[in-house]
């Protein structure tokens, strides 16, 4: 009987505690929403900031993950990895195009199929999403043309002609075009979106508003603003890893995660212009430290700056041809300072850095390139620093010294007594100890032969013009 009552207890124990975790997080009604803002391109600290805040909601009891996105596009290997984030996520993410006048084009549009909840506010748009080639501008197919057949009127119709192999820069688009449109649509397949019109932004580079975007099954949610979102998201429910789930959202605190310090140092040093001026900064750092032994800061300087570009370029995609053309531009130009070739080395690496800067970001993706004011700009200052200044700089060094011991060697003065040993001499006003192994008389002129400590070696200049007559 006692060990009956025993178990019956630890029945009613058991059948009133709530359920763990999984169960809490499958509920949705405990726990915080977590809100995110991606603004801008997307790249390796939006890539950062969003593994950090996912990394929050695993440690954190979290019932949503809210991301706010206004975003031009970026790089495909950031969206990619931000996706894989999206998807194995145990918490519920909801991408919300926002506010009024943002946009979800080319990666972001992405993202946004990716999420379990895509929601919009009024005046957004989305799409344009076809993927630039890397390295150039390629030759994208036609509207409507999923099949890959080059049509038969106009430009195409001369890169069909006479051959039934597309060119290589067309099959390396169709080869790009064919993943991004089999991507996309496995993301649409995961939460029964409209698979059909993702295709038409990837091939035609389509665009919708928010308006059409929820006729069309491409969101689920259109709100005017946060609040508007929960209040439809409560009671909604979504599939996250396979499970159906149903949002609580009403009446949960928002977080806010904002970008920490590291974040915010990521995002400055991989911004393509700063990442170039910091690798610039760390050449010439290195080249005046060469250039002048010991001087120390211009050393530390540069070697730091050239540390952070490296880094900053190992997270960017960056074409090794440019930078390649960019150090034998500025080696041609120090060539020029050093061997004058009347402009033909300064004028070979003036083209050369600057041709390496153009190319130097391996991207065409909206964010990720170099301003070509920034180029031009240190194109000139480069022609002007290691042409023109460390040019005088060498030139001057080249002439006779006029100050200092060596400056006295070869110097003539006055004897100012009569001495055949030790004695005084004048030399530029001033009076120095001197000592000869031949008669000076007082008022003759002397030479100096060598110096030791304070002391000259002096001999008549007279008899040495005699010794060694011209």
């Known amino acids: 009987m006692a ?28 726990g915080q929403i977590l809100a995110l803002d991606i603004n801008g391109a997307i790249g390796p600290a ?25 975003t031009p596009g970026g790089l ?6 931000i996706i894989k984030h999206i998807t194995r996520s145990p918490v519920p993410v909801a ?17 946004l199929y990716a999420s379990h909840i895509a929601a919009m506010a009024p005046g957004t748009n989305l799409g344009a999403a076809t993927p630039v080639q890397i390295g150039g501008s390629p030759f994208l197919p036609e509207s409507g043309d999923k099949d890959h057949v080059p049509s038969q009127d106009g430009p195409d119709a001369e890169r069909s002609a006479g051959s039934a192999t597309a060119p290589p820069g067309d099959a390396m688009t169709h080869k790009l075009i064919n993943d991004a449109v089999a991507y996309i649509r496995g993301l649409a397949g995961l939460h029964g979106r409209n698979a059909d019109w993702a295709e038409q932004a990837v091939r035609e580079a389509a665009s919708l ?11 689920d949610i259109l709100a005017t603003d946060s609040a508007d979102l929960f209040r439809q998201l409560d009671g909604r429910e979504v599939r996250v890893l396979g499970e159906v789930r149903t949002l609580h959202t009403q009446g949960l605190p928002l977080r806010a995660l904002v970008p920490d310090w590291r974040n915010r140092l990521l995002a400055v040093i991989t911004n393509p212009n700063v990442a170039y001026i910091l690798m610039l900064i760390g050449i010439y750092g290195l080249i005046f ?32 041809a440019g930078m390649a053309l960019i150090l034998l531009g500025v080696a041609l130009m120090v060539a020029e300072a050093f061997q004058p070739s009347f402009g033909i080395l300064g004028i070979g690496g003036v083209l050369a850095f600057v041709l390496g800067s153009i190319i130097l970001m391996d991207t065409q993706a909206p964010g990720f390139g170099i301003d070509i004011a920034v180029i031009l700009g240190f194109a000139a200052v480069n022609a002007l620093v290691f042409i023109f200044v460390i040019g005088m700089a060498l030139r001057a060094r080249r002439r006779p010294v006029v100050s200092g011991r060596d400056q006295l060697f070869g110097m003539e003065g006055v004897a100012l007594t009569d001495f055949n040993g030790e004695g005084s001499v004048r030399i530029h006003s001033e009076i120095w100890q001197a000592r000869t192994t031949r008669p000076v008389r007082r008022g003759q002129r002397v030479r100096v032969t060598d110096v030791q400590g304070l002391t000259l070696s002096v001999e008549p200049a007279v008899m040495a013009t005699q010794e060694n007559p011209p």
């Open 3 to 30: 060990l009956k009552t025993v178990w019956t207890l630890l029945l009613l124990i058991a059948l009133s505690v709530p359920g763990g975790g999984p169960a809490r997080a499958a509920a949705g009604s405990d």
């Open 46 to 70: 939006t890539e950062d900031y969003i593994e950090r805040a996912f990394a929050t909601a695993d440690r954190e009891p979290t019932a949503l993950i809210l991301i706010r996105m206004d």
């Open 76 to 81: 495909d290997s950031a969206m990619r990895n």
């Open 95 to 111: 991408t919300y195009v926002a506010p009024s006048g943002a946009r979800a084009a080319s990666a972001g549009t992405y993202i």
């Open 209 to 219: 508003p928010a308006k059409e975007a929820l006729k069309l099954n491409v969101i």
């Open 289 to 320: 430290e060469f250039i002048n032994p010991g001087a120390v800061v211009p050393g530390t300087v540069g070697a730091i700056a050239l540390l952070m570009a490296l880094y900053a370029f190992q997270l960017l995609p960056i074409n090794y």
